[in-house]
């Protein structure tokens, strides 16, 4: 069984603060995926990295995958009480048919005004 | 485009009364479906992914069930819900084995 470990578990910051979230695992995946989840709502995608080393950029958001693709990084420049939501990450595990999923934990942000 | 609804929203079911929850996909043929419940907002865990119609695969064990009685159509049962059935049930779908697409969830209170 694959897991993905996130952290931090619950972040607060004020508004202008940086922040950055990780998701770590023992395991290789062949893509790594960042959702973000609002109160009552089903997750959203809003992003998917494919390649060991990638650096992919939404905005203020930069998210990177490991180089051996066991590992990747949320970073989130000059947060805005906008970005407050719970960010997940999911792995798609290796050798499965049906492109199964590995959730973290799952980070709650909160950016106070 | 494809679009995937899930319903009720809310549901609050009496200990030992069965459950019935669907979720349809529009705009795609053949998705990969899943369940997934989310506890307390964190993360999730996968019940029940179909790769097919009538095509059902169990990740935990559990008091629920799954069906698939359509392409596009998933079903999570209950015959007899327990208290810790409660939580947030999420359904899923994959266009060809990328990125997972949710429904708006389903909370399921138990009481």
């Known amino acids: 069984t694959q897991l993905l470990e996130q952290s931090p578990q619950f972040l607060s910051i004020q508004e202008g603060e940086n922040l950055t979230v990780y998701c770590n695992s023992s395991s290789v995946f062949s893509s790594l995926q960042w959702y973000r989840q609002e109160p009552g709502e089903g997750p959203v995608l809003l992003v998917t990295v494919v390649t060991g080393g990638e650096v992919k950029k939404l905005k203020r958001l930069t998210f990177q995958f490991g180089d051996a693709r066991k590992d990747s990084s949320l970073h989130i420049t000059a947060a805005q009480p906008g970005d407050t939501g719970l960010y997940l990450c999911?792995?798609?595990?290796?050798?499965?048919?049906?492109?199964?999923?590995?959730f973290g934990q799952g980070t709650i942000l909160t950016v106070h005004p | 485009s494809q679009t995937i609804h899930q319903w009720p929203a809310t549901l609050v079911q009496p200990v030992g009364s069965p459950l019935s929850l669907e979720c349809t996909v529009e705009?795609?043929?053949?998705?990969?479906l899943y369940w997934y419940r989310q506890a307390a907002g964190r993360g999730l865990q996968l019940l029940f992914y179909s790769v097919g119609i009538g095509q059902i695969s169990s990740e935990v064990p559990q008091n629920l069930s799954a069906s698939r009685p359509q392409d596009r159509q998933f079903i999570l049962s209950s015959k007899k819900l327990l208290l810790s059935d409660s939580g947030f049930y999420l359904c899923?779908?994959?266009?060809?084995?990328?990125?997972?697409?949710f429904g708006q969830g389903t909370r399921l209170t138990v009481v």
């Open positions: 999911a792995g798609e595990d290796q050798g499965t048919s049906y492109g199964k999923l590995t």
């Open positions: 705009g795609t043929s053949n998705p990969n």
């Open positions: 899923a779908y994959q266009p060809q084995n990328t990125e997972a697409f």
